[in-house]
């Protein structure tokens, strides 16, 4: 086992490694991209930087004791991003290699079933690892932990330093022994699986299982920008919404709403406001976003926000939403489909292609996280051609349960 840490930012061997595992390496890749600068300067803030700090790791977990000096997609590793001064949002991302084809035999990732409501399986954990091995699950449980183990060291260097540094997060009395207790992360649904129930395999030395809190079953919907139909001119300034001004039931909804972007804190508190997901303000104006607002009353002032979306820091779509009067006239579809379209090449600035040769899709690979349960979502990531594929799921993993470093 070798385990490769490099300081805040991926090199682009990473980067090369992880694109030869697309997509199952999605949420990673995209995760580093942005810690490599992706979205600099076209972020909601304009800032430089902010997709990563200087408490952030990269970490390869090798199945051999070295590097491997070419990409071969046949050696198994485990990639991982921290970044703990994110906490309480997700503060790592985890990626194995095993976790490639892990659909039911024969199941093209870009083709998986989209419309059999009736036998929807919510908690896919179990039947994403069902063809397993073993040893797959016995290699995938030793490179994940090591990670793990690697991060909760990070974690006991840096608790003292963060909850001087960020008392609003960290000061509060208990909370740095928190801290020390436990991560957030996101991770796919199988290596959730075999993490909480290692089974019996004689030839998996490591055999705890890992304590673990499980949030709701999130689907891992993928788009491809060929597939995002072109719902918007990138030149428009409005959108007819197909309300009629002074109709009744429509609460004073507007014929037509501007674009826009998420752009001041009133915009951000709104945004925080209407999602039960732990975001802040700097998180949300450090990724690009898209907006539509009603026209103001007084010349000079914003009007209100009405629908939005953004990119997120694993590239995924984060936050979709229509204001109640709005919805049902296609203002999420059309919003998305923008937000994807403008956004999706954006990554291409991180990996070693020609300014020349960049095409404005990058790998041409997008995502969403649509809770297993939640229908309005999965009907506009259909609308936009998009395809359920694995399952995805937030964890806080005690470090108490990793066991000691081997
Ligand atoms: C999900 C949400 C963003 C949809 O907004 P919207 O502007 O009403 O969506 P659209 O009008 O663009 O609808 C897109 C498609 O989804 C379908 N759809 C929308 N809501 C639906 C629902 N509740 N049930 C079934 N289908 C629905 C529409 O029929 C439409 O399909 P069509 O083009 O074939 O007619 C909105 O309901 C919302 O903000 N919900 C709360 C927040 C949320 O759940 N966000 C997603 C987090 S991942």
Redesign the pocket.
């Known amino acids: 086992m070798y385990i490769e840490d490099v300081a805040e930012k991926p090199t682009q061997a990473q980067l090369r490694l992880l694109r030869a595992h697309l997509p199952y390496s999605l949420p990673v890749l995209r995760r580093l991209q942005v810690a490599a600068g992706a979205f600099d300067g076209i972020n909601s803030g304009g800032t430089i930087g902010s997709g990563t700090s200087e408490y952030a790791h990269v970490l390869f977990a090798y199945d051999q004791d070295y590097v491997p000096s070419e990409i071969d997609t046949e050696v198994p590793f485990a990639a991982a991003f921290v970044d703990l001064s994110k906490t309480p949002e997700t503060a790592t991302w985890i990626y194995a290699s095993d976790q490639d084809q892990s659909l039911p035999i024969g199941t093209n990732v870009y083709a998986a079933d989209n419309d059999q409501p009736e036998s929807w399986v919510v908690d896919r954990g179990a039947e994403l690892v069902s063809t397993w091995s073993p040893a797959r699950r016995a290699r995938c449980r030793r490179l994940v932990l090591a990670l793990l183990r690697r991060i909760r060291t990070i974690a006991r260097d840096v608790a003292p330093i963060l909850a001087a540094l960020l008392p609003a997060r960290f000061g509060i009395p208990g909370t740095v022994d928190d801290f020390v207790k436990h991560v957030k992360a996101n991770i796919h649904d199988g290596i959730r699986y075999v993490l909480q129930y290692p089974g019996d395999a004689a030839d998996d030395t490591d055999r705890a299982a890992v304590a673990l809190t499980y949030f709701d079953a999130y689907d891992k919907w993928l788009f491809r920008f060929e597939d995002v139909p072109v719902l918007s001119q990138p030149e428009d300034k409005e959108l007819v919404t197909g309300i009629q001004a002074g109709a009744d039931g429509t609460d004073g909804a507007q014929p037509s709403l501007a674009w826009d972007s998420v752009r001041s804190h009133e915009d951000v508190a709104l945004v925080i406001s209407?999602?039960p997901i732990p975001r802040t303000v700097q998180t949300l104006l450090g990724v690009p976003g898209v907006a539509l607002r009603e026209k103001a009353a007084v010349d000079g002032q914003d009007g209100a926000l009405q629908?939005w979306a953004f990119v997120g820091v694993d590239g995924s779509?984060w936050?979709?939403?229509?204001?109640p009067k709005?919805?049902?006239?296609?203002?999420?579809?059309?919003l998305a489909a923008r937000l994807l379209r403008q956004y999706c090449g954006v990554f291409d600035a991180t990996v070693d292609v020609p300014e020349g040769e960049r095409d404005g899709k990058g790998d041409g690979w997008c995502a969403?996280?649509?809770?297993a349960k939640?229908?309005?979502?999965q009907?506009?990531c259909?609308?936009l051609g998009a395809k359920r594929a694995w399952a995805t799921s937030w964890i806080v993993v005690k470090y108490d349960s990793l066991g000691d470093d081997v």
Not at 326 to 334: N, Q
Not at 368 to 371: F, G, H, L, P, R
Not at 374 to 377: E, G, I, P, V
């Open positions: 209407r999602t629908a779509l936050t979709l939403h229509t204001e709005y919805r049902g006239h296609g203002l999420a579809k059309t969403a996280d649509v809770s939640n229908r309005q979502s009907a506009v259909k609308r």
